[in-house]
Each structure stands twice: as structure tokens, then as C-alpha cells.
């Protein structure tokens, strides 16, 4: 390693050359996983021997994802890799000659690392690319390539003792990167968390606005301080080793009269939704980042059957042109390098052929209005307006909105993650500010609001919502046993959300949520999960139980919070 003054990347494109590839962004079909990122930018060396190294940086400013595509003068076409970096805030990526052959350079203000992982029979790449790893580290493990792997038991069984060998704790890579390559610069990257009395925080976060307030005897599958002899339904309990994250419990039909008697809002509650438990878990968003991760397979890229007429442009591949992500990897789960400070994962939203509208007006224009996300500031599938969106933006500002063109020029240069997923169950009233249900929760078709298997709209169902008490951000996920949006709204409104939205439904496995209390004498994490149930999704190993989404690959996308440092 040697000390460079300053460490340069990948930097974006000039302004004409942003402003030429957001035309293609903006087109009816862009047609390439490239064309969707109007902010990339890419490094091309040639060695002596004519070997042809291109690097490209998929958006410079989240400075996370990279392609790099290798061209051998012997081979037609070329070789392609997805390379994520460790550590994006930290490192800084980019192509250089070494004498006659091009080199990846990794640099900090402090150090550097040089590598050429394409060279030698037996290549890095080559070694990294046969790994049944999700995340396979090469260069001195400041970078990783991204494979496809699948959910099989062996698989799993060898991501986990990879994590349990080189992650989890003791002498890890992420300690040990953290302390050999970057020790002060890293510490001065984060800012320490504010802690607070959790006594605090449930007095903020206060009651729900019920008529009643019995305790339940039934609870979230979480160590809960105070709720020994029950849960009091509508109050929050702060979450034994998980601080920050808070619970609580409640039936519909406890609900005030005052929310369930408005008229014009919802469809009246039946007697089964009503008296079906609710479980809740509060997340202080000042002490916890979050992101969103692709699975394997899912949400997916091609088309959804849903769409017709105007909506369905049988000519392109998808609605974006393209129904596979190639040259890019989707692997299901938490990079390696964030696991030390995972506190809670939850699955994300509709797969891809239920995430498009088949009645009402969505269906029949903007392509039917496929759900869009995006990962690491990489556009994975375009955010259209009118749909209810998750979104991160690259200084950590988390939000939840209904999405529209402003927001496409204003947010787009500036998003880090996204998810969209049907329309709103609860917004703002544009004169009082207040929580107000979507104007299409009381229509099933014109709201994609999906049902079980046999069409019934009442249905296990999951949504999030945002809440803000005094400037202070919550991000709201609630379990519904059995619900239609109506009563969904109903609780959202009874728990004071700013906006609502929905997540999945009808099954544990779709609505699943763990938590991963703070525990630092283990070698291993354990989930804690919402209900018993989920706990059958995990896998179980020789060594354990091995949690979803942290501990092995699954073909679901899902959102991850992580302890801020």
C-alpha cells in the first residue's frame, strides 16, 4: 500500500453527456440495463497485449455498483462481472495502467489497494465466480463479485459458514478491513447514535386512538420490558437488546368510534377483521439506517400478465425494454459487509406479475404501471407516478410518498434505494396535514389490492407507514392477521401515520419480519421474528438456525435497517 493525496473514483459524466442519456432514461422503451442509469460512467483501458479492461461505475455518486467487462484479444466476446464495493463511502474505484497492463485501483486518502483479478490461469475472478457465495471477496476484500446462487441447502450451508468464518465477530473481514486498510478514516466517516431513555420515546410515540384498551394475552414473538402480564392494546413496549425499535398490539375494532364512524372513507370492517389481531413494530429513525436489496428472482424485470390495451406493448421485452438485469447479479441478501449492524430485515413488496394493474385506468397507460425499484442508485425498474414509494436518498433522508414527474427530476440525481407498491392506504390531507385514507382503498380493482387465493379481499396482509412525532421520523411496520385495506387504513389512522402503504399478503413467508437483538457475546445472529410462524422460513442448519435474508440467498426482495454507528 501507498499513501495517495487524494482519492479520485469514477466521477459522473459532463452535463451534455447526463442530459443525452436521461433522453434514453425517458424514453418509451430504454432497451439495457446501461440505458437505465442516466448517471453512469465508464473507464476503458487497452493493455500492451491488447487485453481491453472497461470499468463501469453504474452511478458514481452512490459509488456502490460496477460492471467490469474483461476482452480478451482471443475471445469474441467479452467477460462480464458484477463487482459491488465493501465499503462505497470509503473506497474509491477506478481503472489505471501499471507500466503496459491495466489495473483496478481501490484508494483512499490513506491507502491503497492495486488489483487484477482477471490475471493468471487460475483468475481471482475465476476462483470468486465458482464460490457458492452470494458475495464473493476479491481484492484484499475491498470489493466483492456478485454471483448467482440458488436457495439450495448446500448453498446455504456454505454462505453460512462463510458468514460464520469471516463475518460474524471475532477476527472478521469486516473488522479486519475496518481496522488494517482504513482504522481513522473509517470512524471519521459515521457519527455516533443518540441514545434515549426508550420510557421517552413511548411517551412520544403515545396511544392509539382506540375506545378501549384491554390487555392481550397474545403478543409479537419479541422480549418486551413492561409487558410481563400482557400487552395494554394500543400502547408501545420498547424491545428487550433492540434499542430504538418499540411494539405494540390491537384489533381493529377497538378503534375509536370517532375513525370508524367517517363516512365516504372506507368500506365498513366485518366481524372477523375486526377481531383480528394487529401486531406493530416501531422503528426511531434516528438511530437506524435502512436499505432494500433485490432477491434472486423477484420482483422480476419482464412483463406482468396484468396490463392490457395501451398499457402492453408486446414489441419490447418488458416494461422497460429488458426482462432480465444481465450483466447484473441479484443475490437476496444483506452484503457481508453490513451484517455486523443488521437490526431488523422485512420482505418488500409484490413480485413482479402481481405488481402491475389489470383494472381501472392504471392498467391502460405508463405500461401498465409496473411497481419500480432501485438499489444502490442503480435503476432496476423506473418509478412511475401515482404509486405509493419507499425511497432513501443518498445524505440518508428517508421518506414515503406518493411518487410523480416533479419528483422523478427533483429526486432521481439524488436516490439511493426505492420500492414502490400499489397506491397510497393512507396520505395527507392537502389542508389539514392529517392521515386520510387513498381514494382507491374501497376499490379493489383500481387499487391492485390483490386477495387471497380464492379472491377474497379479507386476507393476511403487511403494510409500513411513516409517522413524524416533534421532527422525529418512525418507520411503522404492522402485521394483519387477517384484513382488507379498509381496515388497514383504519389502524394507520388509529396510529396516527402520516402515510401508509401496503407491503405483501397471504402468506407468513410474504409478510415476513425479524428483529436481531444486540447480542455481542454470540458467534451468530438470531432472529427474533413478529410471529412464530416466520421462524419455519428461516433455515436449519447442523449449527443452527440460519435467518433469511441475512444468513443465506432467498428469491424475495426485502428491506434491511441497520444500527447507525
Known sequence: MAGHSAATGIDLPDEETIAAQLEVYNSDSPGSIYALQPFRNAMMLTGEDGLEVTLTSMNPTINAWFILSVQDPDSSRPSHYHLENAYPDIWQISLEMDGDAPIILIENEDDTVECSPWEGRESELEEAADEPLPYAPICDGTMYLRNRVSGSRTTREA??????????????????????????????????????????????????????????RAAPGFDLVGAEGGMEAGSWYAVEDAPGIYASMMQPGMISDEILSRRGEVNWLDGVESGANVYLVAFDMRQFEIGYELGTDHPGFEWSSRPHGAGRDWTIDGPDGIDSPFPLVMVGMLSPSLTDRVAATFTGGYKRDHGAFRYGDMATFNHGHHYGFMVNGVVLSRLWPGLSTIYVTTDGTFGMTTWTEELNEELLPHLRFARQNGVPLINPDPETGEGVPGDRVTQWGAGNWSGSADAQLRTLRAGACLREVDGRQFLIYAYFSTATPSAMARTFQA??????????????????????PENEDDDWIEAEHLVDGMRYVDQDSRNGSIPRFVGFADNRDFFYLLRRE
Do not use: W
Open 159 to 216: 454462505i453460512a459458514e462463510f458468514l460464520r468464518d469471516n463475518v460474524i465477530f471475532g477476527d472478521s473481514i469486516v473488522n479486519l478491513i475496518k481496522g488494517t486498510f482504513f482504522q481513522d478514516a473509517y470512524l471519521e466517516s459515521s457519527d455516533e447514535a443518540e441514545t434515549e431513555d426508550p420510557g421517552a420515546v413511548v411517551e412520544a410515540l403515545g396511544q392509539a386512538n382506540l375506545d378501549r384498551f384491554p390487555v392481550m
Open 495 to 516: 396510529y396516527h401515520c402520516d402515510y401508509a402503504m401496503l407491503m405483501d399478503m397471504n402468506s407468513q413467508e410474504h409478510t415476513y419480519m425479524a428483529l436481531y
